[in-house]
Each structure stands twice: as C-alpha cells, then as structure tokens.
C-alpha cells in the first residue's frame, strides 16, 4: 500500500525552528517528485515546497523562500522540509504530497500524507 | 502566478441533485488542471486530473470539463458521501503551483 507518514509539527515561537519529516513507503520513493502544502486554520490549501525525484531541483513559493528548505534522503525514502525563523502566519496543518506522474515537479499530488499541525505562537 | 477563482464559494444541494462547480483561470492553462475533494479532518483527495481524466477509484458520476481559462467539475447525482470541500489546482506554470479557494458543497 502506498502510504506516506507526516510527523514532526509542534508548538513554536515566532523566530524558531523546526524540521518536518515524511515517511514514504509503498513506491519507489526515488522516481517521483514530493510536495510539501500547508492549509491554514480554516482557509484554502497552499502549496509551499517541491523537490524532484533525485532531490537536485527544489522550487518554493514566495510566502517561505529563504526561511524554508526542502529535501529529501532517497536511501531513507523521507522527506523533509527544514522551517527556520517562523511568523505566526505559518501556522497551519502540513501535508506532505507524492506528485501523480514522476520525478519532475511540475505536477498534481495523487497520494497524501494525514498532515501535522504547525503552531507558531508567542 | 496564475490565480485561480472558484465558484460558488458554498453550494447547497440535496442528495441526488446535480452539482456544478466552476474553477477560472487567470490566464491559460491549457487542460493542466485538476480537482480534488477533501472532508473535514481529512487530507484532499486527487479526483480528476488534466481537466477530464478521472483517477482510478473516482466514481463516473464525477466529471471534468473545460480547457484554457474556464473549467468545471460536475457531480451527476450527490451521493452523501459526496458533500465535501473541492478545490481545483493548476500544473501548466510554476512555481507556484496554485489551487483554487474552494467550493464547499453542503446539504441543503
């Protein structure tokens, strides 16, 4: 079964860091671009990150260029997205995304992780 | 960025009546879109993908149209399963990749 396992969400301070990790099973992890997108309490989905299948090519969105970073580790089959100096407005449940067709980014998101929940808050 | 505008923002219907959601494009984006559907709690769900081709366990009365700027999902009978958020997300430019505001069909 195709299955991907989202975890590391916490409560944080604005200006703190902190790591979100996928864990991919199910498919060869390595063939297909991944996604991170985020949904705000209450709001619409927003794609934040994504990473081709060899981990080279990373793209953002302008909302968190410069504070977030995606990678993957393939011998691991996880991948992450690395959230430095977090605002308030970052605070939403994360999902991590499998793209639909392989390893390019330009893509639609056919399996999904349950989501982590990010709370930036003083 | 391509923006993608969403309508109805809430439809209310009853189980069995057809459903017409519409998703429209800022600028082209040829047949590079799709829909998916997400229940409270849950994660979205990829339905439709390239304007018109269903994934594999979307059942038929689940239908994609359009092409270029203009573009609709239509549920032929609403099952009570069916009642959800849909959103609609483009792939012909990025980055961004962007997704609609969603429409949410709730029991009339």
């Known amino acids: 079964e195709v299955e991907l396992v989202d975890s590391g969400g916490d409560l944080v301070q604005p200006g703190e860091s902190l790591r979100l990790s996928c864990e991919a099973s199910?498919?060869?992890?390595?063939?297909?671009?991944m996604n991170w997108v985020r949904q705000a309490p209450g709001k619409g989905l927003e794609w934040v990150a994504g990473v081709g299948g060899g981990g080279g090519n990373t793209y953002y969105a302008d909302s968190v260029k410069g504070r977030f970073v995606i990678s993957r580790d393939n011998s691991k089959n996880t991948l992450y997205l690395q959230m430095n100096s977090l605002r308030a407005e970052d605070t939403a449940v994360y999902y991590c995304?499998?793209?639909?067709?392989?390893?390019?980014?330009?893509?639609?998101?056919?399996?999904w992780g349950k989501g982590t929940t990010v709370t930036v808050s003083s | 960025e391509i923006v993608l505008t969403q309508s109805p923002a809430t439809l209310s219907l009853s189980p069995g009546e057809r459903a017409t959601l519409s998703c429209r494009a800022s600028r082209s984006v040829s047949s590079y879109l799709a829909w998916y559907q997400q229940k409270p709690g849950q994660a979205p769900r990829l339905l439709i993908y390239?304007?018109?081709n269903r994934v594999t366990d979307t059942p038929a009365r689940f239908s994609g149209s359009g092409s270029g700027t203009d573009f609709t999902l239509t549920i032929s009978s609403l099952e009570p399963e069916d009642f959800a958020v849909y959103y609609c997300q483009q792939r012909s430019d990025w980055p961004p990749l962007t997704f609609g505001g969603g429409t949410k069909v709730e029991i009339k």
């Open positions: 199910g498919f060869n992890f390595k063939t297909y671009a």
């Open positions: 995304a499998k793209a639909r067709g392989g390893p390019g980014g330009r893509d639609y998101m056919d399996v």
């Open positions: 390239d304007a018109s």
